[in-house]
């Protein structure tokens, strides 16, 4: 997978996770958020693959 596939889909989960986060109020939450985006690749098997 090419690098700005990657980086196009983290910012679209990220923006998701944006829209959930303002729903359930944990925006304020950011150490929460950073963890969810660094595990994302992990859960889906992103990461590192090219």
């Known amino acids: 997978m090419e690098f700005k596939t990657y980086v196009r889909m983290m910012y679209e989960q ?21 963890l969810w985006i660094l595990n994302y690749p992990k859960e889906t098997g992103y990461y590192m693959t090219q």
Do not use: G
């Open 14 to 34: 990220t923006v998701l996770y944006e829209r959930f986060a303002r729903k359930y109020d944990l925006h304020r939450n950011s150490l929460q958020i950073l």
